[in-house]
């Protein structure tokens, strides 16, 4: 019987800056597309249609222990690119010892920061919502997913699905 891969230890990156010890949690981005209920004559039934992806748009949350003056310093940045997370985590499995690199890639900007509860003698932590433009995903050192949404580019296993969309309007 096989077991699954678990996440067994992960680390942050902040333009390149390691949260190593620091960085408590990460939610990585939700894949979201937008879809709409399509039923036409002589269809028995809808079937939804790909509209693109999602109005919720792409955005991770991650906490940090203390306080980090690198991420309040990137508050208010004006580039919707212009700050560039790497969370690269490590997933393994019980049965075989078998280790995965995943790496998730993304750019943005934060939308919020929210210093938590400060009490004297008490642990401290806040987190940080980064709202995205781009985002990445390579597993063990293959892109799987990147999606550049000011670019106009989506690929998925190694194939642009935007392409002929950007040709068909002339980008």
Not at 4 to 10: E, I, T
Not at 50 to 64: N, R, T
Not at 96 to 125: C, L, N, Y
Request: a negative charge.
């Amino acid at each position: 019987m096989a077991m699954p891969r678990k996440l067994k230890n992960m680390n942050l990156f902040n333009d390149g800056g390691s949260y190593q010890g620091v960085c408590k949690t990460v939610t990585l981005p939700n894949l979201t597309r937008k879809m709409e209920a399509w039923r036409g004559g002589g269809m028995d039934g809808p079937v939804k249609v790909d509209l693109g992806f999602g109005d919720d748009g792409l955005q991770v949350e991650w906490s940090l222990g203390g306080m980090d003056l690198i991420a309040v310093r990137q508050y208010g940045i004006t580039s919707a690119s212009g700050v560039m997370l790497r969370w690269a985590g490590a997933y393994q499995r019980d049965d075989t010892g078998e280790t995965q690199a995943v790496e998730v890639v993304v750019r943005g900007r934060h939308e919020e920061i929210s210093f938590g509860d400060a009490q004297p003698g008490e642990d401290t932590e806040h987190s940080i919502t980064t709202t995205c433009s781009y985002y990445k995903l390579v597993v063990d050192g293959r892109v799987e997913i990147e999606i550049d949404l000011l670019n106009m580019v989506f690929l998925v296993d190694g194939t642009d699905l935007l392409e002929a969309q950007r040709r068909a309007v002339g980008l």
